[in-house]
């Protein structure tokens, strides 16, 4: 069974980097788009980047400039690499891949928390 894990979340300042990443368990299609979404206590699961490979990188307004989407197709491997955090950036954040949506059962998630 296919399987995503992502990992690399925890506490850091204001300001301050982290780098997510998300592991699948079987290569991934060619063909597929590789997502990172969060999800803040209280609020909808957002999408925040979108990486269509070969093509074209998407992301939301207010992570633009600041987060970049990466893969590694040899390792499986899905990356989020986050600047600049800011305390909204606070979230549980998830990976997962499809063909213009997510397809894959969801993962655990990691924690990121932004706090001084």
């Known amino acids: 069974q296919v399987q995503l894990v992502e990992s690399g979340g925890g506490l850091v300042q204001p300001g301050g980097s982290l780098r997510l990443s998300c592991a699948a368990s079987?290569?991934?299609?060619?063909?597929?788009?590789m997502f990172w979404y969060r999800q803040a206590p209280g609020k909808e699961r957002e999408l925040v980047a979108k990486l269509t490979p070969g093509v074209t990188t998407n992301y939301l307004d207010s992570v633009k400039g600041r987060f970049t989407i990466t893969s590694d197709n040899a390792k499986n491997t899905v990356y989020l690499q986050m600047n600049s955090l800011k305390s909204e950036d606070t979230a549980v954040y998830y990976c997962?891949?499809?063909?213009?949506?997510?397809?894959?059962?969801w993962g655990q998630g990691t924690q990121v928390t932004v706090s001084s």
């Open positions: 079987t290569r991934i299609p060619n063909v597929f788009d």
């Open positions: 997962n891949v499809g063909i213009r949506s997510p397809l894959w059962p």
